[in-house]
């Protein structure tokens, strides 16, 4: 059972448009949800984060827009750029108990020059 | 910069042989990870560790043991292999421990078991 799903798994987008990666979660205890980028032959890295308490966290091209009562969250890349292809993570984790991180099944991003 | 090295960065290992994994960081970070990585499942936690001499079961142990003998190395051993551990295997450092914490990844071991 995915705690945590990643839709579509793969997007791809034009050089200049706005990329949607969707993520959404079941345990409702989860408040904590980074966002890891993974370039290929690489490890993931921290891209950006957002905590439930928030609705709205943006980092320069990179915003995340959560919905608490849904229990979803997306990523919006605006003015992809083609160094923006990559795999990206949805992760989630609870601040009660097992607090490791529960990572979705990624989002294979392709921006076309 | 922190670092999290991983070796080797590929492995060939026979099917019940034994397989280990290393990983060493120099973030001086207290926790570490082993994922491995496939399609369609993301990263799966298989063990981790909150210190030296300290080793825990993730999702997914079975088959697995990890062994921590310092802050700084973390070792991901596979007693008996078989094909279904062929996979990409990340190691990370963690710098807060709790929810928030943030993970630094090696690049990975890509590992086939024949």
């Known amino acids: 059972q995915q705690q945590v799903r990643q839709s579509p798994q793969s997007l791809t987008v034009w050089e200049g448009e706005t990329a949607i990666l969707n993520c959404s979660y079941e345990?409702?205890?989860?408040?904590?949800f980074p966002w890891y980028q993974q370039f290929p032959g690489e490890g993931p890295a921290l891209l950006i984060s957002?905590?439930?308490?928030?609705d709205k966290k943006e980092d320069g091209r990179f915003t995340i827009f959560f919905n608490k009562r849904e229990k979803k969250l997306s990523l919006h890349i605006t003015d992809s750029q083609p160094g923006d292809s990559a795999t990206y993570f949805c992760a989630a984790s609870a601040s009660s108990g097992s607090w490791q991180l529960i990572f979705g099944s990624g989002t294979q991003l392709t921006v076309m020059p | 910069e922190a670092a999290v090295t991983q070796s080797p960065r590929n492995k060939v290992a026979v099917t019940g042989g034994k397989v280990t994994l290393s990983c060493n960081q120099t973030?001086?970070?207290?926790?570490m990870y082993w994922y491995r990585q496939d399609t369609g499942h993301g990263l799966r936690l298989i063990h981790y560790s909150y210190g030296a001499g300290s080793t825990e079961k993730g999702d997914i142990p079975d088959g697995y043991k990890a062994s921590r003998p310092s802050q700084e190395n973390f070792s991901l051993i596979l007693e008996l292999a078989t094909p279904s551990q062929t996979s990409v295997y990340f190691c990370a450092s963690g710098d807060a421990g709790g929810s928030n914490e943030r993970l630094f990844f090696g690049h990975g071991t890509k590992l086939s078991v024949l």
């Open positions: 957002i905590s439930s308490v928030s």
């Open positions: 345990d409702s205890t989860f408040n904590y």
């Open positions: 973030n001086n970070h207290n926790n």
